[in-house]
T-cell receptor, first 112, second 113 residues
Framework: GENVEQHPSTLSVQEGDSAVIKCTYS??????FPWYKQELGKRPQLIID?????GEKKDQRIAVTLNKTAKHFSLHITETQPEDSAVYFC???????????FGKGTRLSVIA | DVKVTQSSRYLVKRTGEKVFLECVQD?????MFWYRQDPGLGLRLIYF???????EKGDIPEGYSVSREKKERFSLILESASTNQTSMYLC????????????FGPGTRLTVL
């Protein structure tokens, strides 16, 4: 089955700097790659996603890139702010009705 | 707006007790999931259901069972709770119209003494 590896497990950046979180997946049939943000004490929420027919997607300060050949995808956050501090999870799935397989998460701390 | 609720935010049970965790959604979603979340291990799938009375094992089903008698309700059952089942339990539903976006409940933090 699918296996998703996520790195780093923790990341500290200064406010205003960029943060990058990387994930690799094992199943070349995977075609949907979402990113979830979980703030302390709250539920995970989708922040951005990408499908395999697209190489990059942006939404304001966040962007996701996908390299299908290498089977990896990354989350980029620019101009980080303290409210970006959270745990971020990447995930992958093969088709619509199959469960997401999650990475182990990255705890991002933005230092003011 | 999707609403996914879980019966308890915090629960304390004793070893050997039968524990029921309930999840209710109000958006008529066919697909529902139960995960447990542990530090450093991420979100691990316990069971999922595509329809009423239907269930599939996830990655870590041992020690758990589920019930889906109605479309809006998905219950996770710990037949005989053990201390290694102390964890955060998250329910999720699969959004219709979005490819595979899952909407999560607020979670139940279960402590087994």
């Amino acid at each position: 089955g699918e296996n998703v590896e996520q790195h780093p497990s923790t990341l500290s950046v200064q406010e205003g700097d960029s943060a990058v979180i990387k994930c690799t997946y094992s199943d070349s049939a995977s075609n949907y790659f979402p990113w979830y943000k979980q703030e302390l004490g709250k539920r995970p929420q989708l922040i951005i996603d990408i499908r395999s027919n697209v190489g990059e997607k942006k939404d304001q300060r966040i962007a996701v890139t996908l390299n299908k050949t290498a089977k990896h995808f990354s989350l980029h956050i620019t101009e980080t702010q303290p409210e970006d501090s959270a745990v971020y999870f990447c995930a992958a799935s093969i088709q619509r009705n199959t469960p997401l397989v999650f990475g182990k998460g990255t705890r991002l701390s933005v230092i003011a | 707006d999707v609403k996914v609720t879980q019966s308890s935010r915090y629960l304390v049970k004793r070893t050997g007790e039968k524990v029921f965790l309930e999840c209710v959604q109000d958006m008529d979603h066919e697909n529902m999931f139960w995960y447990r979340q542990d530090p450093g291990l991420g979100l691990r799938l316990i069971y999922f259901s595509y329809d009423v009375k239907m269930k599939e094992k996830g990655d870590i089903p041992e020690g758990y069972s589920v019930s889906r008698e109605k479309k809006e309700r998905f219950s996770l059952i710990l037949e005989s709770a053990s201390t290694n089942q102390t964890s955060m339990y998250l329910c999720a539903t699969l959004g219709r119209g979005s490819y595979n976006e899952q909407f999560f409940g607020p979670g139940t933090r279960l402590t087994v003494l």
